[in-house]
């Protein structure tokens, strides 16, 4: 008899508690539904520059989630548009005092970049630090870092925190980017090449891709000059104090030989190139010749050789260096792909299946 009370009780209890339960779940899920609704409102604004009306409905949904970390985020990201930096700071500080699943990256790396711009790079480096400790697979947040670094002209610093972005994202243009441009600075040649080619092969940016090219061809041109008239090697003069310095600078010196040696058709290396043609001709050889210096000095260490090696070993080297160099002269790559359509399909097969799978 107890027993049959006891049931009786307890399934009067779950019948009258249940629709009250009910009730609160379909409560929460549609204010989430709805906070939900107002934030993405206010992305579409601010995607189209409307930051007023996009700060609107993100307070709009503050009023009924006031503990949303996404809508604090999002109110920071949209005043750091507006160059509002105080409002900013305020609502990312206050975001990351609440649970951030799921934008952790994202915050902390806004956070650092506002105090980046707000001139306290400390403080930004200091939030860096921090975050890529929550969040040690993310590469953008020692992306910003290495951005901090170099507006202190700390390039030795910034090489260190570009790597870990690097080690973390293969497609991650900006980084790569900035890596070829480090090294480039510091002298770093096998590097320099490495990833100033390769960074221009995954970039969808026509800036970066000039910029790329132009470095490439400028810096190889600058290595060597004539002087009356006589061939002169022009060392660039970079503080090198760290142990590779040497591997640097015997890879440079290779470079420099060639360009004093070797010939294209009836011109040497080091003539002035004349047309956009003569320009694309001249990075085709050069490149061909780096690649495999790039992927078979030893001493560098570098994981980026895997790609060059992969590059030799499958014979797509061609394919590469044409590639890179489409934007420079077209009707010369508009030949070669006549000729060449599979083996350009073949490459892009290889970087998607095989090496971005590595």
């Known amino acids: 008899m107890k027993k049959s009370i006891a049931l009786i ?15 609160k779940a379909a409560t929460k899920t549609s204010k989430a539904e709805a906070v939900k609704k107002l934030v993405d409102q206010g992305v579409q604004f601010h995607e189209q520059g409307q930051y007023d009306e996009a700060i609107a409905k993100y307070k709009e949904a503050e009023k009924k989630d006031p503990k949303s970390a996404l809508v604090k985020y999002e109110m920071a990201f949209t005043y750091h548009a507006k160059r509002d930096l105080d409002k900013s700071l305020t609502y990312a500080r206050a975001a990351t005092k609440l649970k951030t699943d799921g934008i952790e990256e ?49 390039a030795d610093s910034a090489y260190a925190w570009i790597k ?7 497609v991650h243009e900006g980084s790569h980017y900035y890596m070829g441009f480090l090294a480039s600075q510091m002298g770093k040649w096998p590097q320099f090449y490495a990833y100033t080619m390769y960074s221009t092969f995954i970039s969808k940016k026509a800036e970066i891709i000039r910029d790329n090219l132009s470095r490439l061809y400028g810096r190889t041109k600058s290595f060597v000059f004539v002087k009356d008239k006589k061939v002169e090697m022009n060392t660039p003069k970079i503080k090198q104090a760290d142990s590779d310095s040497t591997v640097n600078n015997e890879f440079l010196l290779a ?34 010749k780096t690649i495999k210096l790039v992927a078979f000095t030893d001493e560098i260490n570098d994981p980026i050789q895997r790609f060059y090696q992969g590059l030799i070993r499958e014979s797509l080297v061609e394919a590469f260096i044409y590639s890179l160099c489409e934007p420079i002269d077209r009707p010369t790559f508009a030949q070669w792909l006549i000729k060449n359509r599979t083996e350009q ?7 998607n299946k095989e090496w971005l799978m590595l």
């Open 9 to 23: 009780f307890a399934l009067a209890a779950t019948l009258f508690a249940a629709p009250n339960a009910t009730s």
């Open 106 to 154: 994202n915050l902390y790396s806004l956070l650092g970049t506002v105090y980046d711009d707000k001139g306290m790079p400390d403080s930004a480096l200091a939030v860096y630090r921090e975050a890529f400790a929550k969040v040690p697979n993310s590469f953008n947040i020692p992306y910003n870092a290495s951005i901090t670094y170099m507006r202190m002209n700390n």
């Open 164 to 170: 870990r972005s690097i080690n973390n994202s293969r």
């Open 255 to 288: 470079i420099q030989t060639m360009l004093v040696t070797d010939t294209l058709g009836k011109r040497k290396l080091y003539d002035p190139d004349s047309t956009s043609a003569q320009q694309t001709e001249f990075l085709i050889h050069i490149l061909e």
């Open 345 to 351: 399909t073949r490459l892009y097969q290889w970087f």
